[in-house]
């Protein structure tokens, strides 16, 4: 009898073992594409993140270039920054789209810009802390290289 219900486990198992096999694949597949999607993020939060600084670096190096002083230089540059984050933010709307249910696609993409131009200005304020605290003499420390994404799931 303890024979039979082994060969009765072993046969279940067999058949199950492809059906494993199959949903393991699947989920390494989505895995896969998780990462890649988060990496595209933290590349896109990056871009998003470098061209207002260098439009500030080109607007300051326009102005110090022409021989203007360094308050109008930084001023340059805050308006330069400003413009790019405002270019950026229109970026995101593009055309109105609808998807099959007829709701706006573009609520979706707002947010998304939205919460983006947040991690952005969150990660600006954690630099500029450091930078405050280490004109202070605190030592550099290295925490604040890595974006740091927040699970949408």
């Given amino acids: ?21 199959e949903l393991e694949e699947t ?7 998780r990462a890649l999607a988060a990496h595209g993020t933290l590349q896109l939060l990056e871009d998003e ?10 607007a300051v190096l326009g102005v110090l270039g022409r021989g203007g002083a ?4 930084q001023q ?6 400003q413009q790019e984050e405002e270019r950026i933010e229109d970026e995101g ?3 109105e789209e609808l998807d099959e249910f007829g709701r706006s696609v573009n609520i979706g993409r707002r947010r998304e810009a939205q919460e ?27 925490a604040g290289d890595q974006w740091q994404l927040e699970d949408a799931s």
Avoid: F, N, W
Avoid at 49 to 58: D, E, G, I, M, T
Avoid at 76 to 81: G, I, Q, R, V
């Fill in 1 to 21: 009898q303890v024979r039979a219900y082994i060969a009765d486990l072993v046969d279940c198992l067999s058949h199950k073992s492809a059906l494993v096999e």
């Fill in 70 to 73: 360094m308050p109008a230089a």
């Fill in 116 to 142: 983006r131009g947040r991690q952005r200005a969150a990660a600006i304020a954690r630099e500029t802390a450091q930078l405050a605290a280490v004109a202070q003499g605190a030592p550099l420390s290295g």
């Fill in 27 to 33: 989920l390494m597949e989505l895995r896969e594409e």
């Fill in 93 to 95: 709307e593009g055309p």
């Fill in 76 to 81: 340059a540059a805050e308006s330069a920054a």
């Fill in 49 to 58: 993140l470098l061209r207002p600084a260098q439009a500030a670096v080109s």
